[in-house]
């Protein structure tokens, strides 16, 4: 039997186990009064808005149930753990959990405000693609902390916190493709996309490390951002005295953050000491436009993407072994063979989310102009079955 991974808890659930939450009451008709959900205010970490009408099994197979109590039909699907939604389209699609991670200042939260934005427009269209928001909480948190302030109000995203002070949800969408087959006929192709960004420091602390070991253990895919800044190679290749943010942070330096994830994953995987991790991890340098102006005319990090819908894999191969020289380049050769010797398959990418310098917490006066930044996504979406490559 078909199973999904919630993606708020992580917790794997059977299809038949997936419960169902009561309609409630509606003015003065049928309907069960709302009660303390103590499992989903423990995950909340407050009674504050679990008060909801009541939880019921039934055959989560089935879209629809009936209350037990007050015999309405309910279509609110919960996870039978946490009692989190499970939106509909996320129950009825197979879903793919990303996993992002990266160390401070690395660029998280902005890249995944200038991923979501790429795909719900220009990415989008060249890719046939469509992206909708599976719930309101993915709608209302995307608009709170990622869109008004970069694109309305052009201020820069404040650093991922810890889940310590901060908890943190997922946005959950569900990304559909459409295709022609072989035989000229179009069908759509759907996944859920379940994007999670983990601070560096969380695998470090104990108050939230096994939720975010459970979310690895469930990822599909791994994208790794690496500040290059963070690479003394680097730096050195820009002007004198450019130094990075978190200098002297353990939680900064990339072959840290990586090794951490690796040792989690290789823990709650089983993997054996000679085993290597069948997890695809896109591992992208950001802030690359920093560095644009040291590479030689040829780089292939100098190019844009072709604008088709199709994976390039001469330019895949073309960037991959551009970062790789570079890294080694840069003295920091260590995190390439670190990769090959702990995972199975991996790329390398070089992107900017917002491709200019800012000024101060402020986006540059060119505005946003990212580059590259669906590489990785692109990449991951071959290997999941929904785009196709070529070459040449």
């Given at each position: 039997?078909?199973?999904?991974?919630?993606?708020?808890?992580?917790?794997?659930?059977?299809?038949?186990?997936?419960?169902?939450?009561?309609?409630?009451?509606?003015?003065?008709?049928?309907?069960?009064?709302?009660?303390?959900?103590?499992?989903?205010?423990?995950?909340?970490?407050?009674?504050?808005?679990?008060?909801?009408?009541?939880?019921?099994?039934?055959?989560?197979?089935?879209?629809?149930?009936?209350?037990?109590?007050?015999?309405?039909?309910?279509?609110?699907?919960?996870?039978?753990?946490?009692?989190?939604?499970?939106?509909?389209?996320?129950?009825?699609?197979?879903?793919?959990?990303?996993?992002?991670?990266?160390?401070?200042?690395?660029?998280?939260?902005?890249?995944?405000?200038?991923?979501?934005?790429?795909?719900?427009?220009?990415?989008?269209?060249?890719?046939?693609?469509?992206?909708?928001?599976?719930?309101?909480?993915?709608?209302?948190?995307?608009?709170?902390?990622?869109?008004?302030?970069?694109?309305?109000?052009?201020?820069?995203?404040?650093?991922?916190?810890?889940?310590?002070?901060?908890?943190?949800?997922?946005?959950?969408?569900?990304?559909?493709?459409?295709?022609?087959?072989?035989?000229?006929?179009?069908?759509?192709?759907?996944?859920?996309?379940?994007?999670?960004?983990?601070?560096?420091?969380?695998?470090?602390?104990?108050?939230?490390?096994?939720?975010?070991?459970?979310?690895?253990?469930?990822?599909?895919?791994?994208?790794?951002?690496?500040?290059?800044?963070?690479?003394?190679?680097?730096?050195?290749?820009?002007?004198?005295?450019?130094?990075?943010?978190?200098?002297?942070?353990?939680?900064?330096?990339?072959?840290?953050?990586?090794?951490?994830?690796?040792?989690?994953?290789?823990?709650?995987?089983?993997?054996?000491?000679?085993?290597?991790?069948?997890?695809?991890?896109?591992?992208?340098?950001?802030?690359?436009?920093?560095?644009?102006?040291?590479?030689?005319?040829?780089?292939?990090?100098?190019?844009?993407?072709?604008r088709q819908a199709v994976l390039d894999l001469d330019d895949r191969e073309a960037v991959d072994e551009q970062i790789r020289s570079l890294l080694h380049g840069w003295h920091a050769?260590?995190?390439?063979?670190?990769?090959?010797?702990?995972?199975?398959?991996?790329?390398?990418?070089?992107?900017?989310?917002?491709?200019?310098?800012?000024?101060?917490?402020?986006?540059?006066?060119?505005?946003?102009?990212?580059?590259?930044?669906?590489?990785?996504?692109?990449?991951?979406l071959h290997r999941f079955g929904m785009l196709d490559a070529v070459r040449g």
């Open positions: 039997m078909r199973s999904i991974t919630c993606p708020y808890c992580f917790a794997r659930v059977l299809r038949q186990r997936i419960e169902f939450r009561c309609m409630g009451r509606s003015g003065r008709g049928p309907g069960c009064a709302p009660v303390l959900d103590k499992p989903l205010a423990a995950y909340l970490g407050s009674p504050a808005g679990a008060s909801l009408p009541p939880v019921f099994a039934a055959s989560g197979t089935k879209g629809r149930a009936d209350c037990p109590d007050c015999g309405r039909p309910t279509g609110r699907r919960v996870c039978p753990d946490c009692h989190n939604p499970l939106p509909s389209a996320y129950c009825d699609t197979p879903g793919r959990i990303v996993a992002l991670v990266g160390a401070k200042n690395a660029g998280k939260s902005t890249y995944i405000a200038v991923l979501l934005h790429e795909l719900m427009n220009r990415v989008g269209t060249e890719l046939d693609t469509s992206l909708v928001a599976c719930d309101d909480r993915t709608i209302d948190r995307y608009k709170r902390d990622f869109a008004r302030p970069l694109f309305d109000e052009r201020r820069l995203l404040p650093t991922t916190a810890s889940a310590v002070t901060a908890a943190r949800e997922p946005l959950v969408y569900l990304l559909t493709r459409s295709r022609r087959s072989r035989w000229g006929r179009q069908a759509n192709e759907s996944l859920a996309l379940v994007l999670f960004d983990t601070a560096g420091e969380d695998l470090r602390s104990r108050d939230v490390r096994d939720l975010h070991l459970r979310y690895l253990e469930a990822a599909d895919a791994i994208i790794f951002l690496v500040d290059p800044l963070e690479l003394p190679g680097a730096r050195a290749a820009l002007r004198e005295g450019t130094e990075p943010v978190t200098a002297g942070d353990p939680d900064s330096e990339p072959i840290n953050v990586i090794a951490r994830v690796t040792e989690a994953l290789r823990q709650r995987r089983g993997a054996g000491p000679g085993d290597r991790l069948p997890v695809p991890i896109a591992v992208a340098l950001t802030k690359i436009d920093a560095l644009r102006p040291t590479f030689e005319r040829q780089s292939a990090l100098h190019r844009t993407r072709t050769g260590q995190l390439d063979i670190y990769l090959r010797q702990q995972y199975t398959e991996y790329a390398l990418f070089g992107l900017s989310a917002l491709g200019g310098m800012p000024t101060e917490d402020r986006v540059g006066t060119g505005g946003v102009r990212p580059y590259r930044v669906e590489d990785p996504l692109l990449w991951l």
